[in-house]
């Protein structure tokens, strides 16, 4: 590939049911560019991760993502509460969900720690009252 | 085994994906964290798992599973068999608990390891 690819997503923060739309379009369009399919599978596994916490935390936000030709990089911004304390978010089993998330199958304390076991790189800035932004690389 | 097989195996209907029932099956999982899911599981085609909202089906997609088998007699609604269809996932509904549908299969011969990375 010689130039960089771009895809733009909405991540809408209103509908627990609706999220992970994103990450399956996303999936779907590294598929069509013919990326290996452990490449996709990380790169989906992180972002739907990162989607599950914008919709469950941020009331939604924005996802970019960036195709080069050694690596993707998964933009998402949102503008929700931050994170007051990084390094504790980082740990697994630690989670400030509310308990009718976790009746969704999620809310575990594994968002984060799996965003960054699937990636090569991830680096989390965040502002409480804010937003967050979290950049994350894979490889390929 | 083939999904077809889990079918029989588990007393199941075919909630949708009924052209893929002869799609080969090499291990399985079962869970109702969906976290836990995305967390640890690697190269399991199947899960079972008790939990039925949209983020079950959008899991399994994300790892690549090819079917999903709901136990207690769950039904997903028509807009959770659409989205599977979409995705090409085969949903399955059994009578079966958890603990009784994971036994039936791993006696079979159905394991938890996945074939590549187990």
Known sequence: MAESLYFEYPVDGENFASAGQASTRVKRNLRELGLDSETIRRVSIAMYEGEINMVIHARGGVAKIEVTDSQIIIILEDKGPGIANIEQAMQEGFSTAPDDVRSLGFGAGM????????????NIDSVVGEGTTITMKVNY | MTIKDIKNLL????????????????SACG???????????KNQAVLLTGLLNAQVIRTAEMMDMICVVFVRNKKPTPEMAELAAESGIVILSSPKRMYEACGILYSNGLRGEGEING
Do not use: F
């Open chain 1, 111 to 122: 968002g984060l720690p799996n965003m960054k076991r699937y990636t090569d790189y991830m």
């Open chain 2, 11 to 26: 007393d199941a209907e075919v909630v949708c994906g009924e052209e893929s029932l002869d799609k080969e099956i090499h």
């Open chain 2, 31 to 41: 869970s109702d964290m969906m976290s836990d899911v995305l967390a640890y599981v």
